[in-house]
Structure formats: structure tokens, C-alpha cells
């Protein structure tokens, strides 16, 4: 048994008082973090819990990841009423916790034409309280550094590395403009909680409280889109645009009804500048990322959303000319964009 297994095994039957546990993988996801699920459970271990139950630990390997921001955004979830993982136990320095099973089935697993709109529905009104009454301002910024740091993955990795592409000096100064307009429409936009990952993986189907919310431990305080069009124009699953369009305006209006923003005569198309131009960040990052978790991870299975999540990036370009740039970068890419 490998030697982290091990010690998260003697940890989970100190905190459980069992010897008879069964622990195997739940999943994996794109950082160093790995998840356990815990059944056999002993009678009355955890008040309300038995052995029918089944708990989540978590194995975040202390020098790699902080366990930290993770307790810190679940306070502040589960404070406003919102489905976040409840803890059981937690132990910093070694970077173990005990969570909340939240079940198996994500929204990926459920989504389709039919359960879309009630999904999604549960997903924006919780997007809602999330914007409307999280205090964000102990987060991180979302600041123009980061913002720029994150699109400059998808030079390095995925154009450089990936794809062994070089830009020439007029390219790399076209495409360093387009990454600083993308970046100033961000920080043009009022600043909420955001929890940088709101998509179909990280949002699960429960039967009461829907949806579970996992994987926040890198919120900061950013762009009123940036969830929004993380879920709406997800790296794992694609909607019509005049759908898509038709969700991020209706939610952004019932934000601004809501005291999340001021509209202050903002017109609808102006708003979806906001959101195409954040999902373009965004969606340069995570094909930065994916190829990353390919070459220097071994992660192999991330490739395969490579093409939808450049689709997006190529569509948007080609609607809005300060971004024709990048357009006519991605057109000899055409192997990895999907056009729908």
C-alpha cells in the first residue's frame, strides 16, 4: 500500500474509530488532490451517520496543495445556505479531510435536453445567492496578472508545447494585444464571488439541496461572468448559442434585480460582450491546462475537450473584430476545434 494510502487509512480510523474500513479511489481531478470514499462505517461513529452511509476523504499531499482555501470557502457556502460539503474532520498539516458524500452522479452525468432547464435552473438560482451574498472580500483578487498569466497557458502549452507552434514577433505582439483587451473587459465588470470552476463536473445532483457544490478551493473575487459562463459554455458539454445567450441574459438581469450589480442602462448586447469576452479568457486557460495535464501529468483524457473548448474561443473571435486576431491564429488548428 503506498505510503500516502496509509496514512490516511490510520488517519480515517483514528477519527472513526474503525478498523475495518473500506476505502477505494472516487475520483481524481486536475490538481494533486485525490478522493477516497469511506463505507462500513461503525454504529453511531458520526451523530446521524451509520453503517449505511458512506463519507468522502480527501488526500491533498501538504507540499503541493493547502487544504486551507478549501475550509475557508466551504464556511462560507454553507453560511448562506448553499450545498457545500459538510466536514467531519480535518487535519491540515497532513492534509487529510473528511467530507460529506455528495453521491456519484454529477450534472455531466445528468444532463440533457430533457433535464437541462431544471439543472440549470438549480445551478443559476444557486449562482445567485453565491453572487448576492458571499462576502468576497477577504478572496484573492481576480487581478490583471492572474488574468494574464492564466491566457498565457495557452501559448505555452498548448500552442508552444502541444502543438510546437512559435509566434513570430507581429504574432506575439497581436496576440499579447487581444490578451489585454480580454483582460481589461474583465476588470471592467463589477466584482463578485466567483468560484472559478462552475461547471458540470463540479456540481452534483442531489436528492434534497440541489446541486452539492465541490471544488471551490480557488475562488477569489472577480468578474460577475466568469461562473456564469463557465457553466453555460462548459469545457465538457455544449448548448445552442441562442440558448446560451438566451440563460446568460436572463440570469444577468435578474443579478442586477437582485443588488448582485447595477445595470445603470447597460444594454444586452453590451452584456454579452462581457460574456463572450470572459468565456474567451477562460476558455484560452483551460486549453493552456488541458494540455498541460497531457504533457506534464500524463492526463491524457482532458485532450479530448480540447476541440470543443478552442470551438468556442474560434466562434466568439470570429463575431467581435478587436479579436480577429486570435481567430486567424487558430485557423491552422482546425484538428482541434469543434464548430457547431
Known sequence: MP??????????????????LHIE????????RRYFRVSNLSPHTIEGLDARHTLVAMDAPPDKEDTRPFLTVASLLSDIGLHAPRLFAADVEQGFLLLEDMGQQDF???LDAHTVESLYG???DALLIM????????LPPYDESLLLREMQLFTDWYLQRYRGYHLDEPQRAALTEVFGRLAASALAQPRV???RDYHSRNLMVTPHHNPGIIDFQDAVRGPVTYDLVSLLRDCYVQWPREQVERW?????????????????????????RWFDWMGVQRHLKAAGIFARLWLRDGKRGYLNDIPRTLGYVYEVSARYPELSA?????????????QH
Open 193 to 195: 464571488f466567483v468560484h
Open 108 to 110: 455531466l452525468d445528468a
Open 122 to 124: 438549480d445551478a443559476l
Open 3 to 20: 505510503q500516502r494510502l496509509e496514512q490516511l487509512t490510520r488517519w480515517l480510523q483514528q477519527q472513526l474509530g474503525a478498523s475495518d
Open 326 to 338: 486570435l481567430h486567424s491564429l487558430l485557423v491552422p488548428f482546425q484538428c482541434d476545434i469543434t
Open 131 to 138: 453572487q448576492r451574498d458571499v462576502d468576497s472580500a477577504s
Open 248 to 272: 446568460a441574459l436572463d440570469y444577468l438581469q435578474r443579478a442586477a434585480e437582485a443588488g448582485v450589480f447595477v445595470r445603470d442602462g447597460l444594454s444586452d448586447a453590451e452584456l454579452l
Open 25 to 32: 479511489s472516487a475520483s481524481a481531478d486536475a490538481s494533486f
